[in-house]
């Protein structure tokens, strides 16, 4: 069992490219989150989805776009980098939203 | 509105002694979730325990120790004889029955060192 993957681990953007993050996890789990870490602003949720096909906005939504075509895999896509996206990206999974979400090992964006 | 506080920003500690980490939440809800997540240097996230609101049970796993108390809507951390690889920033979160889609509500984090 990997877990929960991400790539890239490292990234740098210029304003106004777009890019995907990868998530995919190997534990057949519904519930699919991302979150972003900043520093003093703690992790906030972005998207989350609770099965395949199904998506839904978090409290940082703006700027990302999400889909859940598989059970596995969830990206996070952004479609114009800004510098106020440099953060650390988490992928998260959990049997339901009710259970502990295991994280993957982060993707650390910068955007210039 | 739910929210999680760590008051706790860092802890020194000497290898060997006891700490404990204090997590204080707030909700109005009768039905959550109490998690801890362990974040090492290295940056990834680790689940460490979820607890539920009926449940006030105190947990231990070796050197760990939980204590759940809805009186005082606490729930501390206690790791005992700290080690080096104790080193990290643990986070307390609230997962509350009718919050958005799963959304854990983290605290701001306590950063432990434990000093050889």
């Known amino acids: 069992n990997a877990g929960v993957t991400q790539t890239p681990k490292f990234q740098v953007l210029k304003t106004g490219q777009s890019m995907t993050l990868q998530c995919a996890q190997d534990?057949?789990?519904?519930?699919m989150s991302w979150y972003r870490q900043d520093p003093g602003m703690g992790l906030r949720l972005i998207h989350y989805s609770v099965g395949a096909g199904i998506t839904d906005q978090g409290e940082v939504p703006n700027g990302y776009n999400v889909s859940r075509s598989t059970t596995e895999d969830f990206p996070l896509r952004l479609l114009s980098a800004a510098p106020s996206q440099t953060s650390v990206y988490f992928c998260?999974?959990?049997?339901?939203?009710?259970?502990?979400?295991?994280f993957g090992p982060g993707t650390r964006l910068t955007v210039t | 509105a739910q929210k999680v506080t760590q008051a706790q920003t860092e802890i020194s500690v000497v290898e060997k002694e006891d700490v404990t980490l204090d997590c204080v939440y707030e909700?109005?809800?009768?039905?959550?979730?109490l998690f801890w997540y362990k974040q090492p240097p290295s940056g990834e996230l680790v689940f460490l325990i979820r607890?539920?609101?009926?449940?006030?049970q105190n947990e231990i796993s070796g050197r760990y120790s939980w204590n759940f108390q809805k009186s005082t809507s606490s729930f501390n951390f206690t790791i005992t004889a700290s080690q080096v690889v104790d080193s990290a920033v643990y986070f307390c979160?609230?997962?509350?029955?009718?919050?958005?889609?799963?959304?854990?509500?983290f605290g701001q984090g306590t950063e432990l060192s434990v000093k050889p």
């Open positions: 998260a999974s959990a049997l339901g939203t009710d259970y502990e979400q295991y």
């Open positions: 607890r539920n609101s009926f449940d006030e």
């Open positions: 534990m057949n789990h519904e519930y």
């Open positions: 979160a609230l997962r509350s029955l009718y919050n958005q889609g799963g959304k854990l509500i």
């Open positions: 909700t109005r809800d009768t039905t959550y979730y």
